[in-house]
């Protein structure tokens, strides 16, 4: 049996609106890319908002496996500090892509988008619950503080000099840590 072309399509739109913008994503531009007819890709995705509503799916897929691997153990045996650390670790450490930029932007005017991206969110770095708590809200100044240099890179065009880089994850992640004697 042929493995299915959906997973390769997704990637393809993905590569298209990371060079092109999402106002070049069509299905046909999709199709182009992937190397498949556009009925090849209407069979999976009959319209864009389809493929896009796919491709949200698609990206959030990818960000839980980084996450759950950097976790090294089901989030549901995790606690909100140990999430919330993988969460910060992993958008601070790597690089966004105008694509996942472009992406979540576009989820923003679509309330079903938007949502996925809100879930995802509060599964791995929910907001504190008790404000009194200084800890707690260490670990969102650390939510914080690591969407920040995500958006930068996204927007920004260059990724952060790694050194640079280093010493900002070093002093994020001392955030999720309440052992972590602070400078």
């Known amino acids: 049996m042929r493995p299915s072309s959906r997973p390769l399509i997704l990637d393809a739109a993905i590569r298209v609106t990371e060079r092109d913008g999402i106002t070049a994503l069509t299905l046909e531009s999709a ?55 993988a969460y910060t670790i992993e958008g601070a450490a790597n690089t966004a892509s105008k694509a996942e930029l472009t992406f979540m ?17 509060h599964r791995w770095a929910p907001l504190p619950e008790r404000l009194e708590e200084p800890a707690d809200l260490d670990l969102l100044l650390a939510r914080m503080a690591s969407d920040g240099m995500w958006l930068y890179e996204a927007t920004s065009g260059a990724a952060l000099p790694a050194p640079l880089k280093a010493a900002l994850l070093e002093r994020i992640t001392a955030l999720t840590d309440p052992a972590h004697p602070r400078a």
């Open 105 to 121: 932007l576009e989820a923003t005017a679509q309330p079903a988008l938007a949502r996925q991206w809100d879930e995802l969110m």
């Open 31 to 85: 199709a182009r890319e992937a190397g498949v007819t556009k009925a090849g890709l209407m069979y999976h995705f009959p319209s864009r908002e389809d493929l896009l509503f796919a491709i949200q799916k698609h990206l959030i897929t990818r960000w839980e496996e980084r996450l759950a691997e950097l976790l090294g153990k089901p989030l549901a045996e995790a606690t909100a500090r140990e999430s919330t650390t």
